[in-house]
Structure formats: C-alpha cells, structure tokens
C-alpha cells in the first residue's frame, strides 16, 4: 500500500526533475528561478506575501534526476494561514511571458508539509507542483548555494556588492509576475564560519515581500583582494536569502496614552546558504525514510 501511494503521489506532484543546464548569467536564471507567493493573513481580508525560488538536488547515484525544492523563509510560510497558497509562475508565450496563478498546498488539515531548519528561519519543501506547472519552473542546482569553502575561495568579504531578489510590498518588476532586483553590500562581519554567525547583513532597504528571496553574487574577473598575480575568474552563487529588516523603534509614553515609531534603518538581515543546504538534505532523507520505512 505505501508503495502504490508513493507513486501516485510522484504522479500527481512531480517530485523529481530531469536536471537542467544552465546559462552562465546567474541573474537571469534567478529571475526565472524567483516567483511570489500569497494567501490569507491573520488579518481578515489580507493577504501575506513573500518569495520562494527553487532548487534542484540530485539523486544519489543519478546525473540526470534530482529533488525538486521549493525554498523560502520559514515566516513568509507562517503567516499564510491556510492549507493553500498561491505562486505565481511565469509563462512564456509567443508574445513574451505572462503570469500564471497556481495553487499550492502547503499544510494537510493545518499540519504543515514544509521542513524548517531548527537553527534559521528557513524552510524547504518538496515543490507541491503537478507535471503541468512544474515544467515552467527554472530549478537552480544546489551546488549553486554557497558554504565556508565558496566565501573564502571567491575572498568574499564585507564591502562586496551582492544582489537580491524579491517582491517588495507584493510589487513585481512587469506585468509578467517577475521579481524586481535591487543590490547592497555586505555590511557586517565576521562572516565565517557561517554555523557560527548564522547570518550577515547587507546595506540594503528591505520590505515586506522581500523575505524569503536569494541573495547572490556574480563577479567577473575576481581575483585575491591586491593580489595581482592571482588568476582572474569570473564566479556566482547564492549566499543566502533575505528574513528581515532591520528598524529602529522608538516607544513614547504620554498623559494621553503611548505611541510608537518604527524608523528602517536600512539594513537587511540575510540566513547563509549553509542552512539551507542543510535543510534540503534532512527534507530529502526524511522522504525517502517516509518512501522505505524499514
């Protein structure tokens, strides 16, 4: 019997995907990658609104098949509180691309279906898209997120300018539902190891729909920082993506009552790839321990 569900459910969800090539232009591939989602708040008549992008994670064993992963914060889930919500997926036409709404199921009966990592708000889960929508998804492959060895290999460091990709306050950057890209610069330290610090932060104006989006790097011509002997290599990947803001608040009490002021100051905070990497792996070995109990 748990075999015959397992099936239908590959059937009906598309678990696995032929791995993909990809372009060398990483930010394009993260604007096909990146799409928003929504569905209802805690408030009545509002909606919560974030963003997810997806990975690929192969099979052990295969070249050719991997996991598909949908990939976000971990909040941006939460404050969707129903069993569904809504991506919005882009589709190419003969005439450019149009956004295309897709319903998804996130929680059964009000149990959620996604993983988060204990230690970040990250949360993965098997892309819940059936074969007709999953082929309109841009899956990124894991090796693309970036751990220690990515930072000090490209001498990542504190004043490099990165990219982020979202949909701030629910805007998209055209009619089609893409995300809009904005960029900052690393603006914290130390970063590394990132099991320590966790995360790190950028120069960058956040808002509300930005959360759950990638923050990457695309360098050319990168070498060791005032070594010019070093070789000159053109490198990008994800390091990470984006959970918050960073805001001054400022609380006020008077004869008439108190009040409050939230001044952003600007400053975003960013989870490391790392936990991600880690999440998509205990996702993938608790499905298969799901698909094989002993």
């Not at 990250?122 to 930072?151: C, G, Q």
């Not at 932060?201 to 808002?207: E, I, K």
């Amino acid at each position: 019997m748990r075999t015959i569900i397992l099936l239908l459910v590959v059937a009906v969800l598309a678990p696995l995907i032929r791995l993909e090539a990809q372009t060398n232009d990483l930010n394009v591939d993260l604007m096909h990658s990146t799409v928003k989602i929504e569905g209802p708040a805690a408030v009545p008549g509002k909606n919560a609104e974030g963003s997810v992008f997806f990975i690929s994670h192969p099979i052990s064993g295969s070249t050719n098949w991997g996991w598909n992963i949908m990939v976000t914060a971990a909040h941006v889930l939460d404050d969707i509180k129903s069993d569904n919500a809504i991506l919005y997926l882009h589709k190419q036409t003969t005439n450019g691309y149009e956004k295309l709404p897709c319903s998804i199921t996130i929680r059964n009966e009000g149990k959620p279906l996604w993983y988060k990592h204990p230690d970040a708000d990250v949360a993965v889960m098997i892309a819940p898209l059936s074969k007709e929508y999953i082929d309109l998804v841009h899956f990124l492959p894991s090796n693309r997120l970036a751990d220690d060895a990515t930072w000090e290999a490209r001498f990542i460091h504190p004043g490099d300018e990165v990219f982020c990709l979202g949909f701030p306050l629910g805007l998209e950057s055209s009619a089609a539902g893409f995300p809009i890209l904005r960029n900052g610069r690393i603006a914290s330290f130390p970063l590394l190891p990132t099991k320590t610090t966790k995360t790190f932060q950028l120069d960058l104006r956040v808002f509300g729909g930005n959360s759950g989006g990638p923050i990457y790097f695309q360098f050319f011509g990168r070498r060791k920082f005032g070594d010019f002997s070093s070789p000159q290599v053109d490198c990008s990947g994800i390091l990470g993506l984006m959970v918050q803001d960073i805001s001054y608040v400022q609380n006020t009490d008077s004869y008439f009552g108190s009040t409050s002021r939230r001044d952003p100051l600007g400053i975003a905070i960013v989870v490391h790839a790392s936990f991600i990497k880690e999440a998509i792996e205990t996702l993938i070995s608790n499905t298969e321990k799901q698909a094989h109990p002993k």
